[in-house]
C-alpha cells in the first residue's frame, strides 16, 4: 500500500486546513487509518485514527475539538480537517494505514506512511 499526503501549506492562526492521505495498492483490504505529526526535535505525535468502518475514531487530547478525521472508502482516502489552527500545531503530518479495520493510537500498529507534509502555522 502506497500513501500518499497532501494539503499541507502555510497557514496564518485561526485557520484551517485539511489534509489528505490517498492510498493505493492493496487497497482491497480493510485497513484502518491514523494522523500523527512531528515537529522539529519532538517525538512523532498521535493526532486521530478511524476505523475501516469509521464506526471508531479516536482523538488525542490536543486534536480533540479542533480537528476531525474522516475517510471516503470509495476514493481510498482519509482526510484531517484542522481548524483554529496554532503556530505549536507547526510540523509535518504524517498519515498511516494498519492492516487491519480497527482503529489505533499506537504507532507501532501501523504498516504504511506516507511522505509527510509541512504544515506551517504563522502567528
Known amino acids: 500500500v502506497q500513501l500518499q499526503a497532501s494539503g499541507g501549506g502555510l497557514v496564518q492562526a485561526g485557520g484551517s486546513l485539511r489534509l489528505s492521505c490517498a492510498a493505493s495498492?492493496?487497497?482491497?483490504?480493510?485497513?484502518?487509518g491514523g494522523w500523527f505529526r512531528q515537529a522539529p526535535g519532538k517525538e512523532r505525535e498521535f493526532l486521530a485514527t478511524i476505523s475501516w468502518s469509521a464506526d471508531t475514531i479516536y482523538y488525542s487530547n490536543r486534536a480533540k475539538g479542533r480537528f476531525i478525521i474522516t475517510r471516503d472508502n470509495t476514493k481510498n482516502t482519509v482526510y484531517l480537517q484542522m481548524n483554529s489552527l496554532k503556530p505549536e500545531d507547526t510540523a509535518v503530518y504524517f498519515c498511516?494505514?494498519?492492516?487491519?479495520?480497527?482503529?489505533?493510537?499506537?504507532?507501532?500498529?501501523?504498516?504504511?506512511w506516507g511522505q509527510g507534509t509541512l504544515v506551517t502555522v504563522s502567528s
Open positions: 495498492g492493496g487497497t482491497n483490504s480493510q485497513y484502518a
Open positions: 498511516a494505514a494498519r492492516s487491519r479495520p480497527g482503529a489505533s493510537y499506537t504507532t507501532a500498529a501501523y504498516d504504511y
